[in-house]
């Protein structure tokens, strides 16, 4: 309203000149309304996005107070989840009993009902665990109930829509790291396969960081304290998810076998002779990429997951809305490959998750999860064992030959241990058994808490002087040590650089922490104090 003002304004007053010298005007005063209105819809947007933040879980008091509460709308979408508990088995009679108990005692000196509420609630959760123990022989009791609630169809879809948005710009990356791995093969010369490799990192990291963001939509929605937290809509996503991948997982079994199955996907073995790949021809030459294994995946999904009620506002003035069916969720073929080891579990009815090796036909490693090659600070003496038994997976002809390769390098390892590692240097050996790992905090900052690296912190400081252990991001390298005799590992951790001390002070403290004056001569080599 008061933008001939301000132009005005700027142009006799902060200007000094002449409004009616003016040519552009009518010109600059159109591209600045222009622009303020465009800010006021995105303002108008955000506030309605503000509006929103109860989420599209409604309820029948909700809908009663609905303009759109009629059934030819079909604005509401009944959704089943299952919720999942866990209680303490104690009834409300023995936990009023126990409250009872307490009121009668005192803690450090203080009646336990002049103690902070929290601090009671903590001292009567804690009796009540050690009743439960004693009484019920366990400490608490899943439950899983199924409930349904009602998602509206005509809420704010923002949040939806800027999921798909990032989901979209995702596969738009995963294609183009495809079209430049095959031009890392078409390459004619060094530099242009030095470019093509770069593009392909690039995009690679791109769709990864994607995948990253696209994880955190989740993860936000079951976060305490966000704008638009939903347990039911979170529960709804895990529920939806679990039965399309158990869908998935029947329709295999019927024609080959399920390997591993994930949240968002399923690796499985077909037999050689299952249809796979065609190539339909068009009226214009192109040609339609068929993928059968996926297709009939997507169909099954379609089938059964796809929403006909989906709503869009198409016009807000009426409060109009368009009704569509919405199903974008789509298996994509990974592989094939030419192998997937899956370790069996060490107990009966227990299943691993998300650990397995999976290799390409030239014999390179395509996936891996779940091993400790891949984490840090794990055994180095594990990771290097892992390391060169994967790739003996692929040798021989039959499953004997195959296992007697493997066999072959486990063996060798078994009598490093065997052995006290005795066909090894010293130094070689530490590498391999000590454990490394780096603390996020400040030693102080960790307070009482126990841990082997806490331990290896103070023993540090210990004989190396209490500067060193100052600052947060300490590397702690250690073994785990035989002595003290029952005592618990976090207590057994030794700094591996205590062996490099001065003699006199490796004694001493060696003794002082595996509690054991008598120690002597070959007793504080490392392979005798090392618990093996």
């Not at 709308?73 to 299952?82: G, P, S």
């Not at 347990?231 to 079994?253: H, P, S, Y």
């Not at 984490?375 to 594990?382: D, V, Y």
């Not at 009598?415 to 090894?424: A, K």
């Amino acid at each position: 309203d008061k933008i001939d003002r301000d132009l005005i304004f700027a142009i006799e007053v902060e200007l000094g000149g002449d409004r009616s010298k003016v040519t552009n005007y009518d010109e600059i005063r159109s591209e600045i309304i222009k622009k303020l209105e465009m800010l006021r819809d995105d303002v108008s947007k955000y506030n309605s996005y503000e509006s929103s933040s109860t989420n599209a879980i409604v309820d029948d008091a909700t809908c009663a107070a609905c303009d759109y509460n009629q059934s030819k709308n079909e604005c509401k979408r009944r959704m089943e989840w299952v919720w999942r508990g866990d209680y303490n088995p104690a009834t409300r009679h023995e936990y009023d009993r126990a409250k009872d108990q307490l009121s009668r005692e005192t803690v450090d000196g203080e009646h336990f009902l002049t103690l902070p509420e929290n601090k009671q609630a903590e001292l009567v959760a804690n009796r009540l665990k050690t009743y439960s123990r004693n009484a019920y022989k366990k400490t608490k009791v899943t439950e899983e109930i199924t409930r349904h609630d009602t998602v509206c169809m005509r809420e704010n879809d923002f949040y939806v829509d800027t999921v798909r948005r990032f989901r979209d710009r995702r596969y738009e990356l995963k294609k183009l790291t495809k079209v430049w791995k095959k031009k890392i093969l078409g390459s004619s010369d060094a530099a242009e396969k030095k470019a093509a490799e770069d593009r392909t990192l690039i995009y690679d990291s791109l769709q990864v960081a994607h995948k990253c963001i696209l994880n955190s939509f989740y993860g936000y929605v079951m976060r305490k304290g966000a704008r638009w937290r939903s347990m039911e809509m979170a529960g709804i996503v895990t529920k939806t998810g679990a039965d399309l991948i158990t869908q998935a997982r029947v329709l295999v079994e019927q024609i080959g076998r399920p390997l591993e199955l994930d949240t968002d996907g399923i690796w499985c073995i077909l037999p050689k002779s299952f249809p796979d790949v065609y190539n339909f021809k068009t009226s214009d030459g192109g040609n339609l990429k068929l993928e059968y294994p996926c297709v009939m995946l997507n169909a099954d999904v379609h089938d059964n997951f796809t929403n006909h009620q989906y709503q869009t506002l198409t016009d807000a003035e009426r409060g109009v809305y368009e009704s569509r069916t919405e199903n974008s969720i789509f298996f994509e073929v990974d592989g094939p490959y030419r192998c997937m080891v899956l370790p069996s579990s060490t107990e009966e009815g227990k299943l691993l998750k998300k650990r397995y090796a999976v290799f390409n036909f030239d014999g390179s490693l395509a996936e891996l999860k779940g091993f400790e090659l891949k984490r840090r600070g794990e055994l180095e003496l594990i990771k290097t064992f892992q390391s060169q038994v994967f790739e003996r997976f692929l040798d021989g002809e039959s499953l004997e030959q195959c296992y007697d390769s493997v066999a072959e390098v486990a063996n060798y390892w078994i009598d490093i241990l065997d052995t006290q590692g005795e066909s090894l240097e010293t130094d070689e050996l530490v590498d391999l058994i000590s454990e490394n790992r780096n603390m996020s905090r400040q030693l102080e900052d960790y307070g009482d808490q126990k841990g082997t690296s806490q331990t290896t912190a103070r023993r540090l400081g210990e004989f190396l002087g209490a500067e060193i252990i100052k600052d947060k991001g300490l590397n702690c390298k250690f073994i785990i040590a035989e002595q003290p005799y029952g005592a618990p590992v976090t207590e057994r951790a030794i700094p591996t650089a205590i062996w490099k001390a001065e003699p006199a002070v490796m004694k001493h403290y060696l003794k002082k922490w595996l509690k054991a004056p008598g120690l002597d001569g070959d007793d504080f080599d490392i392979r005798n104090i090392l618990d093996w």
